[in-house]
């Protein structure tokens, strides 16, 4: 039994390079690590929409290309999913603000999109995403984001930015908090839309990836 025990993490080595290999055309290292994705589909719509893709801390750019791209595909949007924040990752936001905006700057001096991009974030990346929304409206077309941590304070009406928040129907406590925050931000004249899915809504899923994909079509139309 040991020397299979002793197999198991070489295995999951290969399995890891395996994953990254078949990805490796769309990484990049600088400013800081990123996959973009531009699939075919996008150039029938061109400029395309830029859907930004964020899955916090505990995963990473690899996992969020994994999880979207098909969705890119399928509905011809173009795909970047950044690691923000250094070690802090999202949470410390200002460096996440500065490595956003020095990926942006790269790929907006090559590629054309849409005015305005989609963000879509999971966990403390939702709460990001949320932020920096509300922080620059006039750049962000939409966002979805699927149990933030926290809520970011609002001191000013952004306008008519659409708001997603996707909450798994197990998590009564992220309900609750999400219907508050819904019910004061339609306040403000936000048009936001909460939705419950099935489980407690503690991982990014296909369903999370379908809803924002679907919420960018309805706002980039």
Not at 50 to 61: C, E, T, V, W, Y
Not at 207 to 219: G, I, K, N
């Amino acid at each position: 039994m040991r020397p299979r025990l002793l197999l198991l993490p070489a295995l999951v080595l290969v399995l890891a390079g395996c994953r990254a290999a078949a990805w490796r055309d769309y990484h990049h290292a600088e400013p800081v690590e990123y996959y973009y994705f531009y699939p075919e589909s996008a150039q029938v719509r061109e400029p395309a929409p830029l859907f930004i893709a964020l899955l916090g801390q505990d995963r990473s750019p690899l996992d969020c290309i994994e999880l979207f791209n098909l969705f890119a595909e399928d509905r011809g949007f173009a795909l970047l999913c950044p690691q923000l924040g250094g070690d802090e990752g999202a949470a410390d936001a200002l460096q996440a603000e500065r490595d956003l905006s020095a990926i942006l700057t790269e790929l907006y001096s090559t590629q054309t999109f849409q005015d305005r991009f989609f963000l879509a974030g999971f966990g403390d990346a939702a709460t990001f995403a949320l932020g920096y929304a509300l922080k620059y409206p006039a750049a962000v077309v939409g966002v979805s984001a699927m149990s933030p941590e926290t809520y970011p304070d609002l001191f000013a009406a952004p306008g008519p930015l659409p708001v997603q928040l996707i909450i798994g129907q197990e998590d009564e406590e992220g309900l609750a908090e999400a219907r508050v925050v819904e019910q004061a931000w339609l306040g403000w004249g936000i048009p936001v839309r909460l939705i419950q899915i099935e489980g407690n809504g503690q991982a990014p899923s296909q369903t999370f990836a379908r809803l924002a994909s679907q919420l960018l079509d309805e706002v980039s139309r």
